[in-house]
């Protein structure tokens, strides 16, 4: 009896081992453009509910009854989910790569450095390949899948932005990292970006993204533009088979060896469209070069971009535009001798020469000239520091701009007038942005990230304003009556934008979840628009009007999640995002057009706008495609201030693939647009249907890719009388005719 017990006791401790063997899994996630962590992503051995996520290093560790081989899922918002199967305990390598279209709940910053340092706003972005299925041609076309973008056609082709029902003029975009808003209105205009080069539009929501720069009250717009990845030829050809003279050719060579790549590209493009009154033709000539070099510490980027475009309106050509720009970049990203890595040096240039006022309005006369010009240059010096659960941006940054604005008109033989306009403004800025997160080993609860950030600018403006009036006799040479103007006007403002963040991430069995807050202010001078529209008002009460600086406080609350759909489920994932948002703005600059007079400048003591965003992403089997939707409805408390921004936007979309086809379908819905509350000023609702069916064909050295998209296709021609939208005036609009257009692109590589 003694024998069988000891035996029993023996057996059992010999078998204990086996029976609670546990399998380990580690790992580390990483983004696969970048190589850097993914933080939070959450990770579930397949077809089961056991799971973990990664820490601030992008690593995990899982421990699980079940024996090798194991099948993992990846997966995190804004990232195409991945599988991955583990044979051994050796540590997985995960890369993850970005979705076309991301909806995440952080700021990537222009800095683009490693990480998301911004816990608290909200983006969204469109990558080349859905441009390029979707045969866009224009930079207005992503309002159809973006509902929070408005943008605006004026009279000369001229394509303006507005986030959130702000003001186009409150709206910087950049292009690889220069801003182009000119130097007088502070407007972008989107018709000199060239679609055919765009890798990546960023669209960055809120009125605090404070790495960027004061004043950004709608948000920010960054587009990259491409890096060829191989050594090739490429040729394009786009065609509106419907409507002749529009048209986009594109001719590029790159060369790519090891880490070293170089490209130049030429691009022309054709557009013919009506306005209320008359047909206008544009042409836009594009011409870049880049370099980029990956070194083993770090990224050189040298980028130069070269943009000519002219417009002809009416068949006498009686009001025509010219335009030059050119834009010089160059960056360096990683690491300095002694001072440690993640550094980025950033240095730009771009010089404008416009052909057209900014701020003559209806003057047809052809003895009027002008010749404004622009220059902007800037520089950033940023650097990431990681300290455990502490993270920091520090950024040091800076911008001088130049504007000229000659002109003169004349009225013969009775009057003539020359106008010189100057603008200097200098401004110097430091940005803090200080994160620290708390990881807890409850999944539902497994990161907390509290955030602060500040940005100090100093900004030096002169303003400098010479005017010459001339009054003549009829019949006389010698003028009876001169008049000067000098206004010279020296504003030093020092302003000081603060931002508080927080946001809450965990995971519930295949619920993954990302909830943030956050409350800012920001401000804002007044344009030289601004500035010269009050000066010349007609209106006497209004003339020593001060135009203050502008302040705005912004709340937002919003939740980005991703619900991981069980096998066999007619969806593999739902994206889904709901954002609320409220700017109350302080001494907002209200301008009044009034018939036949120069608009009024006024000051708004306050005004608002608040709003919900609502945004979501089906994931079909097999990646076989995409299911979309976005809506924004908008509560503007003054109109007049915030014109011709829609109550409403919705649009809705699906992606699907078919072997080497895919095809695409966009809708949206845009709600009434109010120009003039007291006025009646208005626009009716619009609603309208791109499709579009693209076709790859890929061989070793050559590839074909073929797109024809039908736009606009329940557009319906609009007659003067919808046009004529009050007896205060008319509105001129962009005739959204009916498109089939066809793109062929070559590659030889």
């Known amino acids: 009896m003694k024998k069988l017990l000891c035996y029993l006791i023996i057996t059992a401790i010999a078998t204990q081992p086996v029976l609670y063997a546990q399998t380990l899994l580690r790992g580390e996630v990483l983004d696969s453009h970048s190589g850097e962590p993914v933080t939070n992503a959450n990770i579930i051995i397949k077809d089961t509910d056991i799971g973990t996520t990664t820490d601030i290093d992008g690593k995990f560790k899982l421990e699980t009854s079940r024996e090798l081989p194991l099948t993992i899922v990846i997966h995190h918002i804004g990232y195409t989910a991945a599988e991955k199967t583990a044979v051994d305990t050796r540590t997985l390598r995960i890369d993850l790569w970005p979705e076309a279209v991301q909806l995440a709940p952080v700021d990537v910053s222009v800095v683009r450095l490693p990480s998301h340092y911004d816990v608290s706003s909200a983006r969204q972005s469109v990558s080349a390949s859905e441009l390029r299925t979707r045969a866009v041609q224009d930079f207005q ?71 960027y720069e ?27 088979l419907n409507n002749g003279g529009n048209g986009t050719a594109t001719g590029r060579a790159s060369y790519v060896a090891d880490h070293f790549t170089i490209s130049s590209q030429l691009v022309k493009r054709s557009r013919l469209y009506q306005t209320f009154s008359e047909d206008i033709e544009s042409e836009n000539l594009f011409g870049s070069a880049m370099l980029n070099w990956n070194m083993s510490s770090g990224n050189v980027r040298l980028k130069v971009i070269s943009q000519e475009s002219q417009t002809l309106q009416g068949e006498a050509e009686s009001f025509n535009t010219n335009s030059k720009n050119q834009l010089y970049n160059a960056r360096y990203t990683g690491e300095l001798p ?53 993270e920091m941006l520090v950024q040091f940054a800076g911008s001088s701009e130049y504007y000229r604005g000659p002109s003169s008109t004349a009225i013969p033989p009775v009057f003539e007038k020359s106008l010189d306009l100057q603008l200097d403004r200098h401004d110097q800025s430091m940005t803090l942005v200080s994160k620290y997160l708390v990881n807890s080993d409850v999944p539902a609860m497994n990161q ?18 010479d005017e010459i009036r001339k009054y003549y006799h009829t019949g006389e040479e010698e003028p009876w009556r001169i008049d000067e103007l000098t206004d010279d006007a020296f504003n030093n403002h020092y302003i000081v934008a603060k931002r508080l963040g927080f946001r809450l991430a965990g995971t519930i069995k295949r619920f993954n979840y990302t909830t943030y807050a956050s409350l800012g202010n920001n401000s804002r001078l007044p344009t030289l628009q601004d500035e010269f529209l009050r000066k ?25 999640f991703s619900y991981q759909a069980r096998p066999g489920a007619p969806i593999t994932q739902f994206d889904g995002h709901i954002n609320i948002f409220d700017n109350a703005y302080i001494n907002k600059l209200l301008l009044r057009y009034i018939q036949g007079q120069p608009p009024v400048a006024v000051n708004s003591y306050e005004a608002a706008i608040s709003g919900v965003e609502v945004s979501g992403k089906f994931h079909l089997p097999s990646k076989r495609g995409i299911i979309d939707f976005s809506s924004m409805f908008l509560n503007l408390d003054e109109p007049a201030v915030f014109p011709g921004k829609p109550s409403y936007r919705h649009t809705s979309g699906f992606t699907l693939r078919r072997g ?22 208005f626009l009716e609702p619009k609603h309208n249907v791109d499709v579009s069916v693209d076709l790859q064909q890929d061989w070793n050295h050559f590839a074909v890719n073929s797109t ?23 509105l001129i609009t962009y005739y959204d005719t009916f498109q089939l257009v066809l793109n062929v692109r070559v590659s030889l590589r």
Do not use: C, H
């Not at 004043?215 to 050809?237: D, W």
């Not at 949206?668 to 000023?681: F, L, M, N, P, T």
């Open 141 to 211: 076309e992503i309002t159809r899948s973006i509902s929070s973008v408005v943008i605006s056609t004026e009279m000369d082709g001229a394509q303006t932005i507005s986030i959130r029902g702000s003001n186009a003029n409150e709206t910087p975009v950049y292009l690889d990292g220069i801003k182009i808003n000119d130097s007088f209105t502070n407007v972008a205009d989107l018709s000199v970006i060239n679609m055919e080069d765009v890798d990546n539009i960023e669209v960055i929501k809120g009125a605090s993204t404070l790495p």
């Open 536 to 560: 010349i008002t007609t209106t006497p009460i209004y003339q020593e009007t001060g135009l203050l600086k502008e302040d705005v406080n912004t709340m937002d609350l919003g939740i980005d």
């Open 338 to 390: 002694r001072l440690g890595k993640d550094w980025q040096l950033d240095y730009a240039y771009r010089k404008d020469s416009f052909g057209v006022s900014f701020w003559d309005f209806s003057s047809r006369n052809p003895l009027y000239t002008q010749e404004p010009s622009g220059y902007n240059s800037s520089y950033r010096i940023a650097k990431f520091i990681r300290r455990g659960a502490m």
């Open 708 to 730: 024809i998209s039908a736009k606009n296709i329940l557009t319906y021609s609009e007659t003067m009388d919808e046009l004529f939208i009050s007896d205060q005036g008319y």
């Open 660 to 681: 080497n086809l895919t095809y695409n379908a966009n809708m949206w819905w845009d709600g009434r647009k109010i120009y003039s509350e007291d006025d009646g000023v």
């Open 448 to 465: 907390v990230a509290f955030e602060f950030g500040i940005r100090y600018d100093d900004v030096n403006t002169t303003y400098n304003w």
């Open 214 to 240: 004061v004043g950004a009250f709608g948000g920010v717009v960054n587009i990259y533009s491409q890096v060829p990845k191989n050594t090739e030829l490429l040729f394009s050809n786009s065609m509106d």
